[in-house]
């Protein structure tokens, strides 16, 4: 199902121009759906405080910054997070690199993320890992990281890529990571990726109840890729956000985007509006 199904190029326009309203008294209804701010990564490096601007008159409800905010400094996390409640725009989680959660460098995460008012320090990527014994070294990370921020309020959490549903020795590194991690430790689903490397994702979600607490709304196709918008990919959306918001214990949606023929901003308007017409059709 595609966006041009719902919409023709002048309903776009007319509906986009109602945001904010439209998109908020739909979310009002519906559990927060963010954007990971990777998907306009280009326009973050120009203007961060214009791109959240935009972002939130679009309708998104919270955003997630990625990696590069680690080397913000804490009284510049502290604007960002005037702003955001200006906008009344939360930031729930954030992604972020092996170093943010080891001993040396948690207490900065721990930091800068009270600064933004998030719950959960997401590992983006646990670099090259091969065996699983390296595996187990990525959970002894976590587990000690979410002990340390626990009594912060926050939790860790874990972002899949493709690399995760590859099995070594017969096993799947993901289900290894979600068998050895305290439950408080969020899996939060990468969509695309989990679909890219044949694996099922409503019975990933369904697997681990109460525990995908958010989801990267990414779609996939084996034409396009990661270039497809919302709902144009191979993504059974109707399927996910059930299992998610029935036992996955679903807080809250990320859309994310790597790319389009269409500029970020436009690409992250169209992928919203495409989320609510999927979403309130579920």
């Given amino acids: 199902m595609t966006i041009k199904r719902f919409l023709s190029r002048r309903s776009f326009l007319a509906l986009a121009g109602t945001a904010p309203f439209a998109m908020r008294a739909l979310a009002e209804q519906q559990k927060p759906v963010g954007l990971e ?101 990525i959970i002894d990370v976590l587990n000690g990281a979410n002990d340390t921020l626990k009594s912060h309020g926050l939790h860790a959490g874990y972002h899949n890529h493709e690399l995760e549903w590859k099995p070594i020795s017969g096993q799947r590194p993901l289900e290894v990571i979600a068998a050895n991690t305290d439950k408080s430790v969020m899996l939060q689903l990468d969509v695309g990726t989990c679909l890219e490397a044949g694996a099922d994702p409503v019975e990933w979600i369904n697997s681990n109840p109460g525990r995908i607490r958010s989801i990267h709304c990414k779609d996939w196709s084996p034409e396009n890729g990661y270039r497809v918008l919302f709902g144009e990919g191979v993504a059974p959306w109707k399927k996910i956000f059930a299992a998610a918001e029935g036992t996955g214990g679903l807080e809250y949606y990320l859309i994310e985007q790597e790319g389009s023929q269409y500029p970020e901003l436009e690409t992250a308007e169209r992928c919203l509006i495409a989320y609510h017409n999927l979403h309130a059709s579920a």
């Fill in 37 to 137: 701010l990777y998907s306009v990564r280009e326009e973050v490096k120009k203007n961060l405080p214009a791109t959240l601007d935009s972002v939130s008159k679009m309708g998104y409800e919270c955003v997630e910054f990625y990696a590069p905010y680690y080397d913000w400094t804490p009284e510049y996390a502290k604007q960002v997070r005037t702003q955001l409640n200006t906008l009344k725009v939360r930031c729930y989680s954030t992604h972020n690199e092996l170093k943010s959660l080891k001993p040396d460098g948690i207490e900065r995460t721990i930091e800068l993320n009270r600064a933004l008012g998030t719950h959960y320090v997401v590992l983006a990527h646990p670099g090259e890992i091969g065996t699983l014994d390296e595996w187990k070294r």
